[in-house]
């Protein structure tokens, strides 16, 4: 995605907004939910979150410092507990996921009763183009990293599918361009976003 200079004023048009509920985004690593979301939160004046830099900045580690040291299974356990701090903070913002924070059960719960999750979708070859370069995706330190995200892929797609709002990328869409589709989507949904002017 490319980031356009300006795209943050020209989308807020001097309005504001009163967010009421957390937006959560989620999806597959590399679909741009990180730079959508922190877009769209500076179009919305709120706060914006990363959970696995929340996670990081807890843990004085990065995620794959912790996957090594603790595997897994802690991995899920921290971030659950940072998401559920995130979603219980006074004021109401944007919050980006890691890639497989959606698929618990409880994260989902969770984010169903205390906000709204906002789904970004792309196609595999646009994923792994975005990431096959990058060294920061412990669950693609693999033989056939490929192999690996196209089973990721195929294994979280319909719990991708149970989101609040699904919204597909394109690889000639800004990530400006994007927050703006995000915003479009919530602004039907006067229960997470209401327009104050």
Request: aromatic residues 6%; contains cysteine; glycine residues 8%.
């Amino acid at each position: 995605m490319k980031d356009l200079a300006g795209e943050r004023h020209d989308a807020r048009h001097g309005m504001d907004w009163n967010v009421k509920k957390t937006i959560v985004m989620v999806g597959m690593m590399g679909v741009g939910k990180t730079a959508v979301g922190r877009a769209l939160a500076g179009i919305l004046d709120a706060p914006f979150f990363d959970s696995d830099a929340e996670i990081e900045r807890a843990a004085n580690m990065t995620i794959a410092e912790i996957f090594d040291r603790d595997g897994e299974p802690f991995f899920r356990k921290k971030e659950s507990q940072v998401l559920g701090r995130l979603l219980d903070a006074e004021v109401k913002g944007v919050v980006s996921t890691g890639g497989g924070a959606f698929l618990n059960a409880l994260n989902r719960q969770m984010i169903s009763q205390r906000g709204v999750s906002v789904c970004l979708e792309a196609d595999l070859g646009l994923l792994w183009n975005r990431i096959k370069h990058k060294d920061s995706r412990p669950l693609l330190h693999t033989a056939n990293p490929y192999e690996t995200l196209a089973n990721l892929y195929k294994q979280r797609a319909p719990t991708y599918a149970l989101a609040d709002i699904r919204l597909r990328t394109r690889p000639d869409c800004s990530i400006g361009e994007m927050a703006r589709c995000v915003l479009d989507a919530l602004r039907q949904r006067p229960d997470v976003l209401e327009k104050t002017t």
